[in-house]
């Protein structure tokens, strides 16, 4: 119980973000459906290998710009603490000044991270932090180290035989690491991302499960405002730019031995 502290901050968090905010722009929603293999290794630890292609919704129809590789390896070092890292890259083609002729680049963002599992009565409370950076692949964007902190609370509801439901709420929020800001720069907001996402596991057997969820994922930017001729603020300045997501996460669970054993599985948001 006494992780129950992080609440009222998250909560706080929250009420600060929308209520300092001056501008709110709604863009389409983002489809986000995702593979997983799992490999099951020793206890809880894990491989995991994930391939996602987003699908923007803009009209006429579903546009797909990136393919997204997702591997990772996480280490149990007993009931409640663990760790591990992660590697993400995100696939697109782009144009080398200009050009009329495409090439292919990759994002590389590779993280570590720490994990606690608590359990809040039936519930399981869960609190990941890590710290990533981003290398960008084309020729736009700069390098930048970022931290996240996800809070997420969820519970198994068996349904007979090897069956189960596993509805989950969870928050995260990351900010970008800054060392110093130079003097002309503007101050920039406590939160730079922020996610929340709602969604129910459904296991069909230990080898195979799929997550159907929702989620609102949230730019926070302070920008130079710009002004008409009649001194009304048109854009820039404090702005959230907020992005429905619908996602479905499909997942293989492969056994180390071939035969399931018995483990705690974490939700397809590892």
């Given amino acids: 119980m006494r992780y129950l502290y992080c609440l009222p901050l998250v909560l706080s968090l929250f009420y600060s973000l929308s209520t300092a905010a001056q501008r709110r722009g709604v863009s389409s929603t983002?489809?986000?459906?995702?593979?997983?293999?799992?490999?099951?290794l020793k206890g809880d630890d894990y491989l995991l290998v994930g391939l996602r292609a987003p699908l923007f919704t803009a009209s006429p129809g579903v546009d797909l710009q990136r393919l997204g590789l997702n591997l990772g390896y996480e280490r149990f070092w007993d009931q409640q603490w663990s760790g591990g890292a992660t590697l993400r890259l995100e696939f697109f083609n782009g144009y080398r000044g200009g050009g009329d002729v495409?090439?292919?680049?990759?994002?590389?963002?590779?993280?570590?991270?720490?994990?606690?599992?608590?359990t809040l009565g039936a519930f399981n409370f869960r609190q990941r932090l890590g710290v990533d950076y981003y290398v960008p692949g084309g020729?736009?964007?700069?390098?930048?180290?970022?931290?996240?902190?996800?809070l997420d609370l969820d519970?198994?509801?068996?349904?007979?035989?090897?069956?189960?439901?596993?509805?989950?709420?969870?928050?995260?929020?990351a900010a970008y690491?800054?060392?110093?800001?130079?003097?002309?720069?503007?101050?920039?907001?406590?939160?730079?991302?922020?996610?929340?996402?709602?969604?129910?596991?459904?296991?069909l057997s230990p080898r195979f499960d799929f997550t159907p969820w929702v989620a609102s994922q949230t730019v926070y930017?302070?920008?130079?405002?710009?002004?008409?001729?009649?001194?009304?603020?048109?854009?820039?300045?404090?702005?959230?730019?907020?992005?429905?997501?619908?996602?479905?996460?499909?997942?293989?669970?492969?056994f180390r031995g071939?035969?399931?054993?018995?483990r705690r599985q974490l939700p397809t948001q590892h």
Avoid: C
């Avoid at 983002?30 to 099951?40: I, M, N, R, S, V």
């Avoid at 495409?102 to 608590?118: A, I, K, Q």
């Avoid at 800054?178 to 503007?186: A, H, I, K, N």
């Avoid at 071939?258 to 018995?262: A, I, K, L, S």
């Fill in 139 to 150: 020729e736009r964007g700069e390098s930048r180290a970022s931290t996240h902190l996800r």
């Fill in 177 to 203: 690491l800054r060392l110093q800001r130079d003097d002309d720069e503007l101050k920039e907001r406590v939160i730079d991302f922020g996610a929340l996402r709602g969604e129910v596991g459904v296991v």
């Fill in 30 to 40: 983002l489809l986000l459906p995702e593979l997983q293999t799992e490999f099951a």
């Fill in 155 to 173: 519970r198994l509801f068996p349904l007979g035989g090897k069956t189960a439901i596993r509805p989950r709420l969870a928050y995260e929020a």
């Fill in 221 to 254: 930017l302070n920008t130079l405002p710009q002004y008409d001729s009649m001194g009304n603020q048109t854009s820039g300045g404090r702005t959230n730019l907020v992005s429905p997501v619908v996602g479905l996460d499909v997942r293989l669970t492969l």
């Fill in 102 to 118: 495409g090439r292919l680049y990759t994002d590389l963002v590779p993280e570590l991270f720490v994990r606690h599992w608590n």
């Fill in 258 to 262: 071939g035969t399931p054993f018995e």
